[in-house]
């Protein structure tokens, strides 16, 4: 069956892979700043900035079966380098802008409909100078599961942990071979994960393959959360 599917964002990285995938059997909504670079029938683009307006539920189809909340951010500083607002500003892109989000969408979800949102492995993992961005996520983490919780039997909410992965919003942290190299060796699987890695797992969640999965945070981060080598 022909699903319509919204994202926010999605014009490229993680997002622009989920919609790849989805194109040929679903009615993809992208909400996001700039057009996705990918063309075809079944794919329309809402202008749309989630740190600057709210979402219109008239641009919306009438009947949606699943969403994506995908702006996130990596601030990754000690915590004593970190003001109150670099707090705030996380918390608005990851936590807040999902709240947002979710308020104008889920009166058009239907029965059976899932919404995929995005932690980090960074939240059940202590790791160094990730004190905003685990909080912010560790909220979206929260967030999934009450409402996993209050919506069930009818729409089902997941959320997916990555660890680190080849996008433009971590190039800083990949922009040589020896960060490369040096990233890849932390995880037990040996590399960085890719959009593939993240899109597939998405896709999953949004299917009816995975229609008893509700309240869950799937880790998908080359076993850096449950191994370790050393």
């Known amino acids: 069956m022909s699903k319509n599917i919204v994202l926010i964002g999605g014009s490229y990285g993680i997002g622009g892979k989920i919609v790849e ?6 009615q993809v909504f992208i909400a996001s700043r700039t057009p996705s670079t990918l063309s075809h029938p079944n794919i329309t683009h809402i202008r749309f900035d989630v740190m600057e307006s709210d979402l219109d539920p008239a641009v919306l189809p009438e009947e949606t079966h699943g969403f994506v909340y ?7 500083k000690p915590f004593r380098g970190l003001s109150l607002d670099s707090f705030t500003k996380d918390m608005d892109i990851n936590f807040f ?15 059976g409909g ?7 492995v960074a939240v059940s993992n ?24 209050e919506y069930a039997p009818k729409i089902r909410f997941n959320a997916i942990a990555p660890s680190l992965v080849d996008t433009p919003l971590a190039e800083r942290l990949l922009n040589n071979d020896a960060k490369r190299e040096k990233m890849a060796e932390r995880h037990p699987l040996q590399r960085i994960g890719n959009v593939n890695d993240i899109a597939s797992a998405a896709t999953f969640l949004l299917s009816d393959d995975a229609s008893w999965i509700t309240g869950q945070v799937l880790s998908v981060d ?8 050393n």
């Open 70 to 76: 995908l702006p996130g951010s990596i601030n990754l």
């Open 126 to 149: 202590g790791m160094p100078f990730h004190a905003s961005i685990s909080a912010a996520k560790g909220a979206v983490e929260g967030l999934t599961r009450s409402l996993a919780a």
């Open 21 to 26: 995938l989805l194109k040929e059997d679903h």
């Open 97 to 111: 802008g999902a709240v947002k989000t979710l308020k104008a969408i889920l009166p058009k979800m239907v029965d």
């Open 222 to 229: 080359g076993g850096i959360s449950t191994i370790n080598k």
């Open 114 to 120: 899932s919404v995929v949102l995005f932690s980090t």
